[in-house]
């Protein structure tokens, strides 16, 4: 019986040798197995230490779980790639993974107007494919192509668009609740970073060009 | 006197208190919005390890602020030694920054940054420590004044106070990404011209 817990202690032994996280999870729930069969068997067992022990081992395959769900691949549409590529290069693709579970995916008609200038905007969007036009008071201003925000502005300063936005050609957007966007982002500051980052770049872009035409 | 407050002009007093570059000359705070926003960001002083985390989040994006019209100018109280030994420990030649330092505290004084023993001591403070060190910031020694609390400034280019943060204790900051998103609006601002969408 004894060899019980020189069994489970060396597997205890092992897993703080070994500096991956999963792995000394593995090898803890490993041990903790063989310390409560020694605990079992026990001609009385010891039910104090079975109790700890099963709360232990509950806590470790859960948090494996979690671990093993984050480190499988990360397998994205050839649509979601190219989005990757246009606007979220930054991003790995775990992260944009995360950033597209929130997502909608949505197709406009060349002529629709999907943002209506004094119209509360409550979405932020990025073209996946086609192209559209800012516009306001009917004249045409930026083009926004693949790639570009729209809504951005609003997102940031919580006011109404001034201005018209216009698909030129069948376009596919893909847009994020701003509420939802936002509070994911507020939970993670690296990903809120990242996505700062890509708006402003873009952001930059379209008041330049504004500035400039 | 009284702190600033987001939305109101900045006090004249607070303008015209004089920082020293890292020749040792001195410059008025006022010059650093004069010709745009300016993020100001005190820094408790060059040693400090709450500082040096700060610095961690902050330096990234630096070049995300001056791409926006943002100019950053770090403050910090210790000699112009150590602000020269700051720059290079942080690698900030040559970065969109500039760093000031404070040695008579008159811009802390005047911003009412909190001055206390407690807040670098206490409870608070010595969870912050060991969080910035557990992250790899080494504890250096005192270059400045050790009570002295830090905070931001961010003032638009007509001198209206856009973020102000006063530190309540050694590693409290303000948040990086809440000080680009300000400087983000601000730009759209700035374009009042431009469609807004």
Redesign the interface.
Known sequence: MVVFIHVANVLYLFSYLVKDILWLRLLTVVAGSVLLAYYVLLPVPLWAAIGWNVVFLAINVRQIHVLLLERRPVCLTPDELRLHQLAFRSLSQREFAKLLRLAHWENVVADQRF?SKGQP?DRIMVIADGRAC???AGAS??ELRPGCF?????F??G?T???D?VATEPTRLVTWPQSELRTFLGRD?EL??IV??A???D??A??GY??AS | MSTPRVGAPIERRIAETLVLDGNGSSVAVGSFWAKGPCLLVLLRHFGCVGCAEQMTELA??LG?LA??GVRTVLVGNGTPEQLAAFVERHALQGAPVEVMTDPRLGLYAALELRRSAWATIGPRALVDMARAMTAGHPHRPVEGDATQQGGVLLVDGRGIVRFFHSNRSLGDHA???DL??VA??L???A?S?????
Do not use: C, F, W, Y
């Open positions: 943002v905007l800012v516009q306001i201003g930026v729209v809504g951005e502005m609003s940031l300063t006011q668009p001034n201005a936005v500051a809120r970073a700062q980052m708006i402003g770049e952001l930059v379209k008041l504004s500035r | 990234p994006r995300d791409h926006v948040d990086t990404s680009v998103e983000l609006k730009r759209i601002e374009s011209a431009a469609a807004r969408v």
